[in-house]
C-alpha cells in the first residue's frame, strides 16, 4: 500500500500505528466512532503527506467508496438499517415482543431464544445483528436483562454463524479462495481442490466460531453472568425473579467509567479474577 508520492506505508514504521491507535483511544473515550475513524484517516494523510493532509485524506475517503466492492457494502448497511427502521416504525418489532412476551415469561428462555434466533439468520453477520437484536431488545427491557447481555449473546452468535453457514460473508470468502486455487492452476499445471469441498472440510477447524457458539448457550442455560453483565443484571432483576446465579460478587461501590466499560467485558474476570 502506498501513500502519497509513491511512499510505501510500510516505510513509516512505528509511526503507522499511529492512526489506528489513535482512533480506538477516541472512541473509547468519545463513544462517538465515526469521528474518531475520521480522524485517524486524517492523522494518517498528515503522516503520509508530511503536511495537514487534508487533500490525502479526501482522496483515500473518495477512492474508497467510488471502489464497488465498498460502494456495495455502503448501500447494503443502508439499506439493511432502512428495512429495520422501517420495521420498527411500523410496530413489527413490537408485534413480536407482545408475541413473544405471552410465551417467554424468564430471562433464561428469553436469552435462548435470542441465541436460536442468531443461529437461524445464518444469512448476513449485519442482518443478524440488526434484526435479532432489535427484536428482541424490547422483551429483554421488560424481563429487565442488562444490555451488554444482551448484546454479548448478539454478537457472539452472528459473526460466528455467519462464518460457517451459507451465508454473504462465507460467499465472500469462498470467492477469494478461488481466486488463490485459479493462481495455484495456472502456475504450477496442477488441479486446485473443490472450493465448497475445502471449505466443508475447513469448518471443524474453525475454533473460534464454534466454540463462541458453544460458550453462548452454556452461558444461557447455566444462567452465569460475570463483569458488566453481572452487576446490570442483577441490579435490573424483576421483584421476585432470579437473575441467574453470580460468579463475582457487585462493583456497586465502584465509580462507572467510560474508559473502564471497553476492558471490562461480561466474561473478562472468569479468566483474571479479583482477589478480593
Known amino acids: 500500500m502506498t501513500g502519497c508520492h509513491g511512499v510505501a506505508?510500510?516505510?513509516?514504521g512505528a509511526l503507522s500505528l499511529v492512526p489506528p491507535m489513535l482512533a480506538i483511544l477516541l472512541a473509547i473515550a468519545t463513544r462517538r466512532?465515526?469521528?474518531?475513524?475520521?480522524?485517524?484517516?486524517?492523522?494518517?494523510?498528515?503522516?503520509?503527506?508530511g503536511s495537514l493532509g487534508s487533500v490525502q485524506t479526501f482522496d483515500w475517503i473518495t477512492g474508497s467508496i467510488?471502489?464497488?466492492?465498498?460502494?456495495?457494502i455502503l448501500v447494503f448497511t443502508l439499506l439493511l438499517g432502512s428495512g429495520v427502521a422501517l420495521i420498527r416504525r411500523l410496530g413489527g418489532a413490537m408485534a413480536v415482543s407482545n408475541w413473544a412476551a405471552d410465551r417467554l415469561e424468564t430471562q433464561r428462555s428469553t436469552n435462548a431464544t435470542t441465541w436460536l434466533l442468531g443461529m437461524v439468520l445464518f444469512i448476513d453477520d449485519y442482518a443478524n445483528t440488526a434484526i435479532v437484536g432489535s427484536t428482541m431488545r424490547e422483551l429483554s427491557d421488560r424481563l429487565r436483562i442488562s444490555r451488554e447481555k444482551l448484546s454479548y449473546i448478539v454478537d457472539s452468535t452472528a459473526a460466528?454463524?455467519?462464518?460457517?453457514?451459507?451465508s454473504s460473508s462465507v460467499a465472500f470468502q469462498l470467492s477469494m479462495v478461488r481466486e488463490g486455487f485459479d493462481e495455484i492452476e495456472a502456475a504450477n499445471g496442477v488441479d486446485a481442490p473443490s472450493?465448497?469441498?475445502?471449505?466443508?472440510?475447513?469448518?471443524?477447524?474453525?475454533?473460534?466460531?464454534?466454540?463462541?457458539?458453544?460458550m453462548v448457550g452454556i452461558v444461557v442455560f447455566s444462567g452465569v453472568t460475570t463483569g458488566k453483565c453481572s452487576t446490570r443484571n442483577t441490579d435490573r432483576a424483576p421483584p421476585g425473579r432470579s437473575p441467574g446465579?453470580?460468579?463475582f460478587r457487585s462493583n456497586r461501590?465502584?465509580?462507572?467509567?467510560?474508559?473502564r466499560s471497553w476492558i471490562d467485558p461480561?466474561?473478562?474476570?472468569?479468566?483474571?479474577?479479583?482477589?478480593?
Do not use: K
Not at 472450493?195 to 458453544?214: C, E, K, Q, T
Not at 461501590?253 to 474508559?259: A, D
Open 9 to 12: 506505508i510500510s516505510d513509516f
Open 33 to 49: 466512532p465515526i469521528l474518531s475513524l475520521f480522524l485517524g484517516v486524517w492523522a494518517g494523510g498528515v503522516i503520509a503527506s
Open 66 to 72: 467510488a471502489d464497488v466492492f465498498h460502494a456495495q
Open 160 to 166: 460466528p454463524v455467519a462464518t460457517i453457514g451459507i
Open 195 to 214: 472450493v465448497f469441498g475445502s471449505y466443508l472440510h475447513s469448518i471443524p477447524y474453525n475454533a473460534y466460531a464454534l466454540l463462541a457458539i458453544v
Open 245 to 247: 446465579r453470580t460468579l
Open 253 to 259: 461501590s465502584r465509580p462507572s467509567s467510560v474508559n
Open 266 to 276: 461480561c466474561f473478562g474476570r472468569s479468566l483474571f479474577p479479583s482477589s478480593s
